[in-house]
């Protein structure tokens, strides 16, 4: 493997290579001593590592993050601090944020290339770079008039102070130039340019229909909304967003509308315009508030021609959470089995129990430099670098399945392999043969709990006799929502950050069963429970205040109410839920302060106003629909996911 040194001499040398090229290409700078600046750039290739170093000491990133920001960097134009924003570890008003704390001298190493303004021409005529923008400070330089730019940046963006930072002009040049590539007609601005760079798009004065999709992304993205679903019907059409679970309406429009949306989102995810009468599927990736949003679409046929419309968003930020932020309880015993070199290990849970997003930060702990891990998912949900990643794909001329997928990543030297689900014999046929062969394998379960995974495995044909030597931890898992973080004073009325509902977010609800050895799984077998169930987590959960007794009623509802009967220990908790659900008593969970709102949060909720109010004008009735109270959502079950 190599350390730091290597990269370092890996970064210096494209450093001196690019020496080379500027020699070549510009005239004002072959009066300057070559030999100092070769220095110089040796220095910029220390500092940006130096730099490096201590957003790892501060524990920003990982060891593993800047080793891989490294690499990139030593090969793209980009620096160390602007890689590690492309590649999704940090958002760059954060990166801003650090090299203001850090090292001031960073900041003119970032570019910022989606500049937040409607007209780019500006940046043209007066020679302008955008560094990037902390909380408080724009950092730009300029070669043209600097202050017609100031006044243009200060009308725009009231709040922030502006700081001109020095800057050559072959640096100007390489901005512009990716800022050329932007089309220059405001409308088309949100394609994907260069598979990376997106333009922010602020909500024009003036919008039509072309910008509905763009309103309805960007409010889905900043309200954390994981689905947007697009249902036309006899004489209108449906906008519903997924927050947190639960599907709600925000929009109803025309349906001349809805042809210009539906063209729009096919034409961006590279789907067929003329085709309506299969299902189809596509991606693309925007930009919102700063972050770079993966976008899964999905096209469904029904009556009339027309197709429902599913965008699932993809969040950078929760895609690379770490897994001590999972709420998985016992992620000691989990790390244990995924550190064996080979062997079985496997995640059970329903749809949506956030299987993939365990596993895909448990794959982002290995040593993806020093181990070849491959994957086949259906489908590849999260990218992650280093990480060989292949799709299921079921068309006639590729079918490639899960077994054709194993059988291809055995040519390619596989350490670690990923099989997204063993869902019948061949899989988990295949999957059981790879850890055999010294492979450690990781896959999900449709099961409820550590025994109901082994059931199913006997289920497709794969004995006890064959698991034994072989699974080394089975991780069942379910989702529950976590109290609002902002509101917890209020006792549970909600607060504009929740929708009004009270809960804020979600956590892993777990039980693991860890086989370190042959006999571990005996004693399974022989009936043994040697690890805490799952309904025992919520009921720990319960107590931290992390969650309320509505929430674990509605998860553990059977669970629950056979506790209350037969153990004891827990059964305080238990009846705690069952005494506040059925007979109304006030939840006991203790409400402290919260942490109330952010400016952050506050700037993202005006941002959902102003798309708020913008989209309610291309609605059908001229009004949105309302944000519905926690009582009729209590009231319905339905409306939760599953
Ligand atoms: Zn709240």
């Not at 300029?142 to 102070?161: A, D, I, M, W």
């Not at 129990?353 to 020093?370: A, F, N, V, Y």
């Not at 169930?533 to 553990?556: C, N, P």
């Amino acid at each position: 493997m190599f350390g730091m040194g290597e990269l370092l001499g890996s970064v210096m040398a494209k450093k001196d290579k690019e020496l080379a090229l500027l020699d070549m290409a510009s005239a004002d700078l072959k009066s300057v001593d070559s030999d100092r600046r070769s220095e110089e750039l040796v220095w910029a290739a220390e500092d940006q590592m130096r730099f490096g170093i201590e957003l790892m000491d501060s524990k920003e990133i990982t060891r593993e993050q800047l080793e891989a920001a490294m690499w990139a960097s030593a090969v793209n134009d980009d620096s160390i601090g602007q890689t590690l924003v492309l590649q999704g570890v940090l958002r760059q008003e954060r990166l801003m944020t650090l090299m203001e704390k850090f090292d001031y001298a960073q900041i003119s190493t970032a570019m910022q290339y989606n500049v937040p303004i409607d007209d780019v021409s500006i940046l043209h005529r007066e020679r302008v770079a955008l560094f990037g923008m902390s909380s408080k400070t724009i950092y730009l330089a300029c070669l043209g008039n600097q202050r017609l730019v100031r006044y243009h940046f200060e009308t725009l963006f009231p709040k922030h102070s502006l700081e001109f930072l020095g800057i050559r002009p072959q640096q100007i040049e390489a901005f512009l130039s990716k800022t050329d590539r932007l089309p220059k007609n405001p409308e088309e601005r949100s394609g994907s340019l260069d598979g990376r760079v997106e333009i922010q798009r602020f909500v024009p004065r003036q919008t039509d229909d072309s910008d509905v999709l763009d309103l309805i992304v960007n409010l889905a993205g900043i309200r954390g909304g994981s689905d947007i679903h697009i249902e036309p019907k006899a004489k209108s059409y449906s906008i519903l967003v997924r927050i947190n679970r639960i599907r709600r309406i925000i929009h109803e429009g025309p349906l001349a509308q809805y042809n210009t949306l539906r063209a729009q989102v096919k034409d961006r995810a590279k789907m067929d315009q003329m085709e309506h009468r299969r299902p189809q599927d596509g991606a693309y990736s925007q930009e919102i508030l700063g972050r770079m949003f993966d976008l899964r679409v999905a096209t469904f046929p029904i009556d009339g021609g027309y197709e429902k419309v599913v965008i699932r968003l993809l969040d950078p930020d929760k895609a690379s959470k770490h897994l001590t932020e999972l709420g998985i309880a016992n992620v000691d015993d989990w790390r244990g089995a995924c550190g064996y070199p080979h062997g079985l290990v496997i995640v059970a849970g329903k749809t949506n129990s956030g299987k993939s997003t365990t596993l895909i930060s448990s794959l982002r702990e290995q040593d993806r430099i020093g181990k070849s891990i491959y994957t086949i998912e259906d489908p590849i949900e999260h990218r992650v670098e280093f990480i060989t990643q292949m799709a299921v794909n079921r068309a006639e001329s590729v079918q490639l399945d899960f077994k054709a997928g194993v059988r291809a990543m055995m040519r390619g030297d596989p350490e670690i392999i990923l099989v997204g689900e063993i869902r019948d014999e061949e899989t988990a046929a295949v999957a059981v043969s790879a850890a055999e062969s010294g492979h450690l394998v990781f896959s999900t379960l449709h099961a409820g709990t550590v025994r109901e995974s082994i059931s199913r495995l006997r289920g497709m044909k794969i004995s006890d006799e064959m698991l034994r030597p072989m699974v080394r931890g089975i991780l069942a898992q379910r989702l529950m929502r976590t109290i609002c973080n902002h509101c917890r004073n209020k006792s549970g009325k909600g607060c504009p950050m929740c929708l009004h509902t009270g809960y804020g977010g979600m956590t892993v609800i777990s039980e693991m069963g860890f086989f370190p050895s042959e006999g571990h799984f005996n004693r399974m077998l022989e009936g043994e429970v040697f690890w805490q169930s799952m309904v025992q987590d919520a009921l720990d959960k319960l107590e931290r205040g992390i969650t309320d007794e509505k929430e674990v009623y509605r998860v553990f509802k059977s669970e629950i109410e056979y506790l209350n009967d037969d153990y004891e220990g827990v059964s305080d908790l238990a009846k705690r839920v069952l005494s506040v659900v059925k007979n109304d008593a006030p939840s006991a969970v203790e409400r402290d302060d919260g942490i109330g709102m952010t400016e952050a949060d506050l700037k993202a909720l005006e941002q959902a106003e102003i798309l708020q109010s913008a989209l309610r004008r291309h609605s059908i009735t001229g009004v949105s629909p309302m944000p519905m109270t926690p009582e009729v959502l209590l009231a319905d079950p339905n409306r939760y996911g599953d």
